[in-house]
């Protein structure tokens, strides 16, 4: 599906949306280091994971000021959804236990869960497997108005598929451009497109998988095929850095989170939301109330 830099929307007008993508980046200055610059070589061992000087203090510091994002992030989803007129898709990757199902929880608590929806990619249905890689994600975008989460996601298929085997690196670098031209037809599109790698370290994982064998409401998470893929983690950093170096785009950037500690990780992906969507030229629409009598 490749497109040209000047790509007009279907009604034939050109479409504006990504002429604004490098202004809705600009106002996250403190978080400026975890966004990874297109074409920028990249290495997962530049990023400490248990880093906490992208926080604004310390932990009940943060914490009280991530209350404060989450009750604007609730007031810009309204906003956001009576606009009508952009989207907003987050794709959370990262190792088992990295908290994507928590940072979704946490984020967006205070979020009506009107215009809001969260996608759990597992293991392609044989349907799915009938269909291109990307058809079963491109179903799940979010519509004008919404914010949608991809737990896990496309990405999936230039990851496991990569460290299991079961693509060439033919493949893996034919699907990176296919991301690519896949992620520019939804800006252009109106959907405005964020990636957060939550970063954790090995020590972090072994201490999370030990916690959900030791709590009893935690163990129905646990599988046994996560130690296999832990045995595996080198592989899957490499992997991960390949595929955020080649799809890391101004207009679909990477944002790498130090997820060790969660009070970061959740901060880091509310902060990053509210400041994007204050950057949208929002308003709220203004109906006509002449021949409006309310008795």
């Excluded at 970061?264 to 400041?275: E, F, H, P, Q, S």
Aim: charged share 30%.
């Amino acid at each position: 599906m490749p497109l040209s830099g000047n790509a007009m929307s279907p009604g034939g007008y050109r479409c504006k949306f990504h002429m604004k993508s490098s202004r809705i980046f600009a106002n996250m200055s403190r978080l400026d280091r975890l966004r990874i610059a297109p074409d920028e070589k990249f290495r997962l061992g530049d990023f400490d994971p248990a880093d906490r000087d992208v926080a604004p203090g310390d932990k009940d510091e943060t914490t009280e000021k991530l209350a404060k994002l989450e009750d604007r992030l609730g007031e810009l989803q309204e906003l956001l959804f009576a606009d009508h007129t952009r989207a907003l898709l987050v794709v959370l990757q990262g190792m088992d236990t990295s908290g994507k199902d928590g940072t979704v929880r946490h984020v967006m608590h205070g979020v009506s869960p009107l215009g809001v929806r969260a996608v759990p990619f597992k293991k392609p249905t044989p349907a799915e497997q009938d269909h291109d890689f990307l058809w079963r994600a491109h179903a799940q975008t979010p519509g004008k108005g919404e914010i949608v989460f991809f737990n896990r996601s496309h990405y999936e298929d230039v990851l496991i598929v990569r460290v299991h085997g079961w693509i060439d690196e033919k493949e893996c670098r034919r699907r990176y451009d296919q991301i690519n031209d896949f992620e520019r037809l939804l800006v252009e599109s109106g959907t405005i497109v964020l990636k957060f790698f939550l970063h954790i370290s090995k020590d972090e994982q072994r201490k999370r998988l030990r916690a959900r064998v030791e709590d009893p409401t935690k163990r129905w998470k646990f599988q046994m095929g996560d130690l296999d893929e832990r045995k595996l983690w080198s592989d899957y950093q490499s992997a991960y850095e390949h595929a955020i170096e080649k799809t890391s785009t101004k207009l679909a950037p990477w944002i790498v989170v130090p997820a060790d500690h969660k009070w970061v990780r959740n901060y880091v992906v509310a902060k990053t939301l509210v400041d994007t969507l204050e950057s949208l030229d929002m308003k709220y629409p203004a109906p006509d109330l002449k021949a409006a009598v309310i008795e």
